[in-house]
């Protein structure tokens, strides 16, 4: 029964539970790799141990004899598999992208470690596996290049330029002039990458772990030959992704084309080696910044030039200039990028990218500006406050990023701080503090959705976006809630299907902002079909009334001017009709990439204030305090917002202490390729967390002025952390990860 106008309070900015909680706790939610079907094969990649060359020969003999093994697949016998018409159009739920463009066993050059060279496809996994081992392949191999010192191979691209930034920093009484450098992080989710493929004769079946199923049927659509119709991507839930799972890899081309050959269902799941290897990663960067300032602080040139490493096919760009045309004031900027290419595989997305490794690098030369000039680094900040966005010239939507600062000053406690390095102890430790700022852009992806009243008192709401585990199934269940006047637990959220109305990829941080806006389109529309069936049902008491006279409130369909509750519940209506649902198809048009002239800047904002302890006497660094304070419009759902930045925090401190794939330069292979090696943050690496979110609704974004949180609670902590460090200890650290040797230095 729906809620009474008394019983019913907004649910909107509410703490609220994830409605798909009892699911995962229970271990009902199916993840890609956990269906099964009857017949099913498993398929394992056999990958190159070269990382550059060729192969002379591949001898499948031995593995094909072995038992149980169906097919050993390579260049000559998979078939067909099509390159993809890249179409990277955002004003389309579907862009069609994929990182990794040339299609799998496509020819026999290497290119880098671990390019898969055959597939496996047994009746046991254990089977493929073997068999896999038993593939011999004989390569001519060359030198790899994986040098880690980064120069453009071509002249750089000017991504954004104003005034004369090279002329303004040479007359600069204050200069700043440094290089930083991030290495190459891979993601590592839970969650391996999956795939299990059904081929029924005419059409594919995927269950994918994968960030955007419309993007992915349309990708695999292309590379598979088949119409887009005859393909259904399938991910209800996702083990996380962090970005490495936005666009198909080519493990997926492989499942499939295994199962329309062999006419059996076939799993793979890529190894947590592979994962190093095949998938994707975070590449490593090499940015110069030059700041030219006057005595007091104000900013008066910028140059930001970066490089990052690249495949030997693919030109994937970081985009570390992202943030720096519109951070701060500054009326001389000059931003560049550049490719350098190196024998390794095809880089991607990963949480935060572009701004998180380019706020590193500006918000570490601000914090290296603010001790030359012996300013503090939140008064710096402050004082090159903008007006307007100086890159696009135009207003911000919403910009609250003084507001960050100044509340994450009190609630730190930052009047307490000594700028003198190593000067402030506590139980015998030497403590640093560290601040900067963060942003993240604010935009929509088109989206479709529909919602169902139903005649047992629910609803229903469908859109073909995923949950990735940070909380979509309960945003959209609040959402319906809130505007149909249905208690959360009476709201049934369908996602993950390319079979419902499509919706965006789980990337940007843009998916909330953008399902939100279809989900109230829609729900208004089921509302009203509701209203038109009320007066069109004999039995009804509003039969033959015109609907404009009708409202619909807390569930309940009544006159206008009327108590809702002297009308009647929708379900009650629905069944007087013999109706099964009154539905409703809402939409949403994007603002990221189209090719109209925006009205305002968008993007949230933030803080980061960190505190570090040092024991020199054992070598012991340790964070110990992090305060963040976010601007990111209106929070739908306060519980779930918090752990995203917590857990975005904690993933920056991996990035600043932990993270670096190293690859061995004889073989190119990523050599520390297991999460033995491969050092993430864990719970013992966990301080304090505050976070702290700013209440300013961005209503030229959406109706409920809510922005996305996924990804900027991560930017700007590397940097906040280094300059704790510098603190402490008088060291400054421009290469991540920050090291114990060079403390010692």
């Not at 030109?315 to 290419?341: H, I, M, W």
């Not at 701004?355 to 503090?376: I, N, Y």
Request: glycine share 10%; charged share 20%.
């Amino acid at each position: 029964m729906p809620a009474t106008q008394d019983a019913l309070i907004s649910v909107i900015g509410k703490a609220t539970p994830r409605v798909d909680g009892a699911l995962k706790v229970s271990g009902q939610a199916k993840y890609a790799s956990d269906h099964h079907f009857p017949g099913m094969l498993y398929a394992v990649p056999v990958g190159s141990t070269i990382a550059s060359g060729q192969i002379e020969k591949l001898d499948a003999s031995a593995a094909e004899k072995m038992p149980g093994v169906r097919a050993v697949y390579h260049r000559q016998n998979i078939g067909k598999l099509f390159r993809v018409a890249m179409n990277p159009d955002f004003s389309s739920p579907a862009p069609g992208i994929i990182d990794e463009q040339r299609p799998p066993l496509e020819d026999d050059v290497i290119r880098y470690y671990g390019q898969y060279v055959a597939l496996v496809v047994a009746d046991t996994f254990e089977q493929a596996k073997a068999a896999a081992d038993a593939v011999k392949v004989s390569y001519a191999p060359k030198d790899p290049n994986v040098d880690s010192a980064l120069a453009a191979e071509k002249q750089p691209e000017v991504e954004s330029q104003r005034g004369e930034a090279e002329k303004a920093f040479a007359e600069a009484p204050i200069k700043i002039d440094q290089t930083y450098v991030t290495p190459v992080e891979t993601h590592n989710p839970i969650e391996l990458h999956a795939t299990v493929a059904l081929w029924d004769g005419t059409s594919f079946t995927l269950y994918e772990s994968t960030q955007a199923v419309v993007n992915h049927q349309v990708v695999m659509a292309q590379m598979l030959g088949l119409p887009k119709e005859n393909v259904r991507v399938i991910s209800r839930f996702l083990g996380s992704g962090f970005g490495g799972k936005l666009w198909p890899w080519t493990h997926c081309a492989l499942a499939a084309a295994a199962a329309r050959n062999l006419q059996r269902p076939v799993k793979l799941v890529v190894s947590r080696r592979m994962m190093f290897q095949t998938v994707g990663h975070r590449p490593r960067t090499q940015q110069r910044v030059r700041l030219g300032a006057t005595a007091d602080g104000k900013l008066t040139s910028l140059q930001h030039d970066y490089v990052n490493h690249t495949s030997i096919l693919d030109d994937y760009k970081e985009n570390c200039g992202e943030a720096t045309a519109f951070q701060y004031s500054v009326p001389n900027l000059r931003v560049t990028a550049g490719l350098a290419r190196r024998n390794v595989g095809t880089p991607t997305s990963m949480r935060g990218p572009g701004a998180v490794p380019g706020l590193f690098a500006t918000e570490s030369a601000m914090d290296e500006l603010a001790v030359g000039l012996k300013m503090d680094p939140v008064e710096l900040r402050l004082l090159n406050e903008p007006k307007i966005d100086e890159g696009l010239k135009l207003p911000f939507s919403s910009r609250h990023l003084k507001e960050c600062f100044t509340t994450g000053m009190e609630k730190f406690g930052w009047s307490k701080r000594n700028p003198e390095p190593g000067s402030m102890k506590r139980d015998g430790l030497t403590l640093g503090w560290g601040m900067a700022g963060c942003s993240w852009i604010a935009a929509r992806f088109p989206c479709q959705a529909r919602v169902d009243f139903c005649d047992d008192g629910t609803a229903r709401v469908c859109c073909g976006t995923q949950d990735i585990g940070t909380g979509t199934y309960t945003i959209l269940a609040q959402v319906a809630s809130e505007k149909a006047g249905i208690p959360v637990d009476k709201v049934e959220v369908v996602l993950g299907d390319t079979s419902l109305p499509p919706g965006p990829i789980s990337g940007g941080s843009m998916v909330t902002a953008s399902v939100v806006p279809a989900v109230i389109d829609a729900t208004g529309k089921a509302i009203k079909a509701l209203l038109g069936m009320a007066t069109r049902i004999p039995a009804s008491k509003f039969a033959g009334q015109k609907p404009d006279t009708l409202a619909f409130d807390n569930g309940w369909v009544h006159a206008k001017g009327e108590k809702a509750e002297g009308g009647v519940t929708f379900d009650a209506l629905l069944k007087q009709g013999n109706f099964k649902a009154a539905s409703g198809n809402g939409s949403s048009k994007g603002t990221f990439g189209t090719p109209e002239k925006p009205k305002f800047s968008m993007h949230s904002f933030g803080a980061q204030f960190v505190e570090v302890t040092w024991q020199p006497e054992i070598a012991r660094l340790r964070v110990s305090r992090v305060v963040t304070v976010i601007d990111a419009g209106r929070i739908i759902n306060p519980l779930a917002g918090r752990n995203q930045i917590e857990g975005a925090v904690v993933m920056g401190i991996g990035m600043a202490l932990f993270e670096e794939t190293a690859y061995d330069p004889r073989s190119g292979a990523p050599i520390n390729s297991s999460l033995a090696d491969y050092i993430v943050s864990t719970n013992a690496d966990v301080p304090a967390l505050e976070v702290h979110f700013l209440d300013y609704p961005d209503l030229e974004l959406n109706e409920l002025g809510a922005r996305g949180i996924g990804e900027i609670g991560l930017a700007g902590v590397a940097a906040a952390l280094t300059s704790a460090v510098h603190h402490a200890t008088g060291i400054r650290i421009r290469e991540l990860p920050v090291r114990i040797e060079k403390l010692l230095a």
